[in-house]
């Protein structure tokens, strides 16, 4: 069973934010959500990251050690999200950075306009 | 003592320091709950409070209330336990997580309180259909704060997000919302005052706050107590 979609006008106005990370140790989606759940909550607190929205949508693997990924956020925060995401510099004793490619309304968008115009893997 | 009429806690009930504990924060009654109820025990067609439940009531000042907690696999186990446990409890509460127990739960007049919907959910467990019936059946969505307070850290974020949107659904639909602490011992009780400032940090409001802690309670138990009179909505047995 699955839950019946809020109506249009209760659902959660939201934004999708192409970021790349690129890392000396591999990465999986699953470390890519804590480290971008890690930095919010170090930056913000919990109670400003549960303003924010998170959520990892997609990550594709392009390559070595880089990720690209679609994060999507409240469309209010994005500069808040945006703003935690240079924080993250260490992934298991290497270094790891973090870069937004842009921000888009729909996760095709995101991808047609950030993922794959730099997909260094085709 | 504050303004705060009444607040429920869901414990261990053998537990005479926890009571204690609850009257000196200056509550005005706790509901106690069973938390290993062996509901499995079909032989058993009532649920047995220890004994001692009674000589709490009897030692202490504050109002203390009987509760039982429902954990059930579907819709039908959840029905077949509500019944047999309606009039054993003064408050009866749903174990929810599951989609298809918190819709029977919502959808049930004779359950007070559905327990954390969001339970092992990444959304809230609730949508606008659920809230209407809850609205309709006054059935009391439940904000845990032990997920609160027992999560770690970095995901502490979600279920503030989930509590959240349950209060966005709140504003909208207005069921009644039920503040709880889910002790286990008297290091996770707080007093009302504080858990009214925590609860500014996903958007409540101080007005709703005080209620979710003192109104919804006691309708609840104002509802348990003229239950076994009422025949069927809406009409009720004078003496």
């Given at each position: 069973?699955?839950?019946?979609?809020?109506?249009?006008?209760?659902?959660?106005?939201?934004?999708?934010?192409?970021?790349?990370?690129?890392s000396?140790?591999?990465?999986?989606?699953?470390?890519?959500?804590?480290?971008?759940?890690?930095a919010?909550?170090e930056?913000?607190?919990?109670?400003?990251?549960?303003?924010?929205?998170?959520?990892?949508?997609?990550?594709w693997h392009?390559?070595?050690?880089?990720?690209?990924?679609i994060?999507?956020?409240?469309?209010d925060?994005?500069?808040?999200?945006?703003?935690?995401?240079p924080?993250i510099n260490?992934?298991?004793?290497?270094?790891?950075v973090?870069?937004?490619?842009?921000?888009?309304?729909?996760?095709k968008?995101?991808?047609?306009?950030?993922?794959?115009?730099?997909n260094?893997?085709? | 003592?504050?303004?705060?009429?009444?607040?429920f806690?869901f414990?261990?009930?053998?537990?005479?320091?926890?009571?204690?504990?609850?009257?000196?924060?200056?509550?005005?009654?706790?509901?106690l709950?069973?938390?290993?109820?062996?509901?499995?025990?079909?032989?058993n067609?009532?649920?047995?409070?220890?004994?001692?439940?009674?000589?709490?009531?009897?030692?202490?000042?504050?109002?203390?209330?009987?509760?039982?907690?429902?954990l059930?696999?579907?819709?039908?186990?959840?029905?077949?336990?509500?019944q047999?446990?309606?009039?054993e409890?003064?408050?009866?509460m749903?174990?929810?997580?599951?989609?298809?127990?918190?819709?029977?739960?919502?959808?049930?007049?004779?359950?007070?309180?559905?327990?954390?919907p969001?339970?092992g959910?990444?959304?809230?467990?609730?949508n606008?259909?659920?809230?209407?019936?809850?609205?309709?059946?006054?059935?009391?969505?439940?904000?845990?704060?032990?997920?609160?307070?027992?999560?770690?850290?970095?995901?502490r974020?979600?279920?503030?997000?989930?509590?959240?949107?349950?209060?966005?659904?709140h504003?909208?639909?207005?069921?009644?919302?039920?503040?709880?602490s889910?002790?286990?011992?008297?290091?996770?009780?707080?007093?009302?005052?504080?858990?009214?400032?925590?609860?500014?940090?996903?958007?409540?409001?101080?007005?709703?706050?005080?209620?979710a802690?003192?109104?919804?309670p006691?309708?609840i138990?104002?509802?348990?107590?003229?239950?076994?009179?009422?025949?069927?909505?809406?009409?009720?047995?004078?003496?």
């Amino acid at each position: 069973m699955k839950l019946k979609i809020l109506p249009t006008h209760m659902r959660n106005k939201k934004r999708y934010l192409a970021f790349e990370v690129r890392s000396q140790k591999p990465l999986t989606r699953e470390d890519v959500i804590s480290l971008v759940g890690g930095a919010m909550g170090e930056m913000y607190g919990a109670c400003g990251a549960s303003r924010a929205d998170l959520w990892v949508v997609k990550v594709w693997h392009c390559g070595e050690n880089v990720i690209k990924g679609i994060l999507r956020c409240n469309r209010d925060e994005v500069d808040t999200v945006r703003s935690a995401l240079p924080i993250i510099n260490r992934f298991k004793g290497g270094r790891v950075v973090v870069h937004t490619l842009g921000v888009s309304g729909t996760i095709k968008a995101a991808k047609r306009k950030f993922v794959k115009k730099f997909n260094l893997m085709g | 003592m504050g303004r705060i009429k009444l607040f429920f806690d869901f414990n261990v009930k053998e537990d005479v320091l926890l009571v204690k504990e609850a009257e000196r924060l200056e509550y005005a009654g706790v509901a106690l709950f069973e938390h290993q109820i062996n509901h499995n025990n079909s032989n058993n067609n009532k649920i047995y409070f220890q004994a001692d439940f009674e000589t709490i009531k009897k030692n202490s000042s504050i109002h203390i209330y009987r509760g039982v907690e429902i954990l059930a696999k579907n819709p039908e186990d959840m029905k077949r336990k509500v019944q047999k446990a309606r009039k054993e409890a003064e408050v009866l509460m749903v174990r929810g997580g599951d989609l298809k127990i918190n819709r029977a739960a919502c959808e049930d007049p004779r359950v007070d309180i559905i327990s954390h919907p969001y339970h092992g959910r990444r959304d809230s467990g609730i949508n606008h259909v659920f809230a209407k019936k809850a609205a309709e059946n006054n059935v009391a969505v439940e904000l845990n704060l032990k997920y609160l307070f027992k999560t770690r850290s970095h995901l502490r974020y979600k279920i503030l997000t989930q509590f959240r949107e349950i209060l966005k659904l709140h504003r909208k639909f207005n069921f009644p919302l039920i503040i709880t602490s889910s002790s286990k011992s008297i290091y996770d009780l707080h007093t009302p005052q504080d858990i009214i400032a925590l609860t500014r940090c996903f958007g409540m409001k101080k007005e709703e706050a005080k209620s979710a802690l003192s109104e919804t309670p006691q309708n609840i138990i104002e509802r348990s107590k003229i239950r076994s009179s009422v025949l069927i909505g809406g009409v009720k047995i004078v003496d």
